[in-house]
Nanobody
Framework: QVQLVESGGGLVQAGGSLRLSCAAS???????????MGWYRQAPGKQRELVAT???????VYADSVKGRFTISRDYVKNTVYLQMNSLKPEDTAVYYC?????????WGQGTQVTVSP
């Protein structure tokens, strides 16, 4: 089995920065076959949406709303994916979820709250 644990959420003023981390643990053989890792978010009353993903070939995908402000990165030694969030806006307030995908499997973390005050 694979577990994803997020950290780094919190309360920040608009214009500020936060760095989220997501560490994968569990079966090493399964972790090594995770191709894409990413971040999704869900605001109150809204559907979960993609924020950013990164694949083993280093390709990245970003939501238009975060391009130029957020950066996703991945440390294969630590089995950790990061999301550096700069120039935060109140509309970035949401629960942020880490996701990992390998053939036939989809893993999710428990979520971490990010709140951006005006």
């Amino acid at each position: 089995q694979v577990q994803l644990v997020e950290s780094g959420g919190g309360l920040v003023q608009a214009g500020g920065s936060l760095r989220l981390s997501c560490a994968a643990s569990g079966s090493i053989s399964r972790i090594m076959t995770i191709n894409t890792m990413g971040w999704y978010r869900q605001a109150p009353g809204k559907q979960r949406e993609l924020v950013a993903t990164i694949s083993r070939d280093t390709s990245t995908v970003y939501a238009d709303s975060v391009k130029g402000r957020f950066t996703i990165s991945r440390d294969y030694v630590k089995n950790t994916v990061y999301l550096q969030m700069n120039s935060l806006k109140p509309e970035d307030t949401a629960v942020y979820y880490c996701n990992g995908q390998r053939p036939g499997f989809d893993y999710w973390g428990q979520g971490t709250q990010v709140t951006v005050s005006p």
